[in-house]
């Protein structure tokens, strides 16, 4: 079946790297994505990586991609009280929806 | 240009009564997916588009829900005989949908709707 889990909850000092981790089920995914969504809005996309990729960077974000284990992570670099928010993972499903995870509260304390 | 608008971005009802729930996609995209954010559940598929038709619609929780979409742009999602378990955020998405691989969907800012 298809299923995407990470954790709940994240905590860091402003300044410090964030590190988000996801797993997933479906090894047949050819894109896997990360979303933010800040309280009371619309989410966002941030970015998305190929599955015949093993890294990504754009500015302070770096997507990890771990085919073999199913393992995605988003690291921040310099975290700010801006990226406080909630990051959700996701693949595509069979009808090219998004199958998300849980999502993870990222708090950032100055 | 204009992202995914919808409407109402809030709606209060009693249980019971019938909503319709509003998703402009943005200009050019033959691809739209209804979705549901819940504490409990998070955010689950509802129903996807590709122009006006919905290819599988065993997404949608049960069958008072219904979603239609004319003209390839705008789409209602109907709730009938609202029940309390039906509040939640109801995020619209759209894409350029056809073989594009990547295909990134673009969210709408939700609608919040609260069954008394």
């Known amino acids: 079946g298809e299923d995407v889990e990470q954790s709940l909850f994240l905590s860091v000092r402003e300044g410090d790297s964030s590190v988000i981790n996801c797993t997933y089920t479906d090894s047949s995914s050819t894109y896997l994505y990360w979303y933010k969504q800040e309280p009371g809005a619309g989410l966002q996309l941030l970015t998305y990586i190929f599955s015949n990729m093993d890294m990504k960077q754009d500015q302070r974000l770096t997507v990890l991609l771990n085919k073999k284990d199913k393992h995605l992570s988003l690291r921040i670099a310099d975290t700010q009280t801006g990226d406080s928010a909630i990051y959700f993972c996701?693949?595509?499903?069979?009808?090219?929806?998004?199958?998300f995870g849980k999502g993870t509260k990222l708090s950032v304390k100055p | 240009g204009a992202g995914v608008s919808q409407s109402p971005s809030n709606k209060v009802t009693e249980k019971g009564k019938d909503v319709e729930l509003r998703c402009d996609p943005i200009s050019g995209h033959t691809a739209l997916y209804w979705y549901r954010q819940s504490l409990g559940q998070g955010l689950e598929f509802l129903i996807y588009?590709?122009?006006?038709?919905?290819?599988?619609k065993s997404g949608l929780p049960s069958d008072r829900f219904s979603a239609e979409r004319t003209g390839g742009s705008v789409s209602t999602l109907t709730i009938q005989r609202t029940q309390q378990e039906d509040s939640a955020v109801y995020l619209c998405a759209s894409s350029l949908g056809g073989a594009r691989r990547t295909d990134t969907q673009y969210f709408g800012p939700g609608t919040r709707l609260t069954v008394l």
């Open positions: 588009f590709q122009g006006n038709s919905a290819p599988d």
């Open positions: 996701a693949e595509k499903g069979r009808q090219g929806n998004l199958i």
